[in-house]
């Protein structure tokens, strides 16, 4: 029996996004841009079933209990209602990154999860429709619809808030990941997020500063300007964590070999070698680069770090469908 299966890959946005204006639609405070990465993935079948009489979930072979099932349970009545399908489904999902380390594995789950249930159900949504309803499941996987460089535009509803492809990063692009600690972090980022725009004088600011942030690294891009995109993600990145330790109670998701990671950076940079870092809702760093440096950068980290921390990636594709006997 054929079984179709779609791949979609993480992305890290290197313009962040911290903060929901409504958080039953996930609808955000700012507009951000992010890379695709090709190395981390996760790949997600959907059947739906009659002879099924409830959602049933398998998360990397295992059976998930009733809240991770009611998540999926949610998001597929975004493709069952329109679809006309009454019947249960069989999820059956498999992450190539460890889940909840900010390691943007929400983004490529649920953009996997998005693009299977757009295959089972017959909708056929177009790559734009598919990201906003990809969007209800977790803001970031709004922009894993896509490859390269994505954007993901704020909007002003429901119905004009999803992403676009900005260009495909085929020009000496790449990504060193140190990964700290592949643990589940213990301050989801939805509850790290809510918290700072509740309580962070620092937040108007950021809103500010990042809108610039934004039309700026759109032509650095446009420009192929590697120096001013690192130095814009970079800033940014640190400018989000500011926010966080502005927070009642103050929150970082840093880790002691977070800050060696980021000196280590620093240091590159002195001796000639172009590389940036940003973090997300997590401890572990990502070293924006020139693919043709990775190599050597990736030796320098290997003198501080284990080998099985650092992994190089490339810029990553949109959604695949992948089909198997």
């Known amino acids: 029996?054929?079984?179709?299966?779609?791949?979609?890959?993480?992305?890290?946005?290197?313009?962040?996004?911290?903060?929901?204006?409504?958080?039953?639609?996930?609808?955000?405070?700012?507009?951000?841009?992010?890379?695709?990465l090709d190395a981390f993935y996760t790949e997600t079948s959907v059947s739906f079933n009659a002879d099924v009489d409830q959602d049933t979930f398998y998360l990397n072979d295992h059976l998930q209990d009733t809240a991770a099932t009611q998540k999926v349970s949610r998001?597929?009545?975004?493709?069952?209602?329109?679809?006309g399908i009454s019947s249960s489904a069989l999820i059956k999902s498999t992450n190539f990154v460890p889940t909840a380390a900010g390691l943007a594995s929400s983004a490529s789950g649920m953009a996997a999860l998005a693009g299977a249930a757009n295959l089972a159900s017959g909708l056929d949504l177009n790559p734009r429709d598919l990201s906003l309803v990809?969007?209800?499941?977790?803001?970031?996987?709004?922009?894993?619809?896509?490859?390269?460089?994505?954007?993901?535009?704020?909007?002003?509803?429901?119905?004009d808030s999803y992403a676009v492809p900005i260009d495909d990063a085929s020009w000496d692009i790449g990504m060193v990941?140190?990964?700290?600690?592949?643990?589940?972090?213990?301050?989801?980022?939805?509850?790290?997020?809510?918290?700072?725009?509740?309580?962070?004088?620092?937040?108007?600011?950021?809103?500010?500063?990042?809108?610039?942030?934004?039309?700026?690294?759109?032509?650095?891009i446009r420009l192929q300007d590697?120096?001013?995109?690192?130095?814009?993600?970079?800033?940014?990145?640190?400018?989000?964590?500011?926010?966080?330790?502005?927070?009642?109670?103050?929150?970082?998701?840093?880790?002691?070999?977070?800050?060696?990671?980021?000196?280590?950076?620093?240091?590159?940079?002195?001796?000639?070698?172009?590389?940036y870092f940003t973090m997300d809702a997590g401890p572990n760093v990502k070293v924006l680069c020139r693919l043709s440096d990775s190599a050597k950068i990736k030796t320098r980290f290997a003198e501080v770090f284990q080998n099985d921390q650092l992994i190089v990636a490339k810029p990553g594709p949109g959604l695949q469908v992948l089909t198997s006997n």
């Not at 179709?4 to 958080?23: D, F, M, P, Q, S």
């Not at 330790?245 to 070698?273: C, F, H, T």
Request: with cysteine; glycine share 8%; charged share 20%.
């Open 1 to 36: 029996m054929t079984e179709k299966k779609v791949r979609a890959y993480t992305n890290i946005a290197l313009i962040k996004y911290w903060g929901k204006r409504n958080e039953e639609l996930i609808l955000p405070t700012s507009s951000s841009l992010s890379l695709t």
């Open 75 to 83: 998001f597929l009545q975004l493709f069952r209602e329109p679809a």
């Open 134 to 159: 990809a969007r209800r499941g977790s803001g970031s996987a709004t922009r894993s619809i896509y490859g390269g460089f994505v954007e993901w535009q704020m909007g002003t509803t429901s119905a």
């Open 177 to 220: 990941v140190v990964v700290v600690n592949h643990h589940e972090k213990s301050i989801s980022s939805r509850e790290g997020m809510k918290n700072t725009v509740a309580t962070s004088p620092f937040y108007a600011g950021w809103l500010e500063s990042t809108a610039k942030d934004l039309i700026e690294i759109k032509e650095a």
């Open 226 to 275: 590697f120096q001013k995109l690192g130095e814009i993600t970079e800033s940014n990145g640190m400018k989000m964590h500011g926010t966080m330790l502005g927070a009642n109670p103050p929150l970082s998701y840093w880790e002691p070999d977070s800050v060696v990671a980021m000196q280590l950076v620093r240091q590159l940079r002195k001796e000639g070698i172009p590389c």
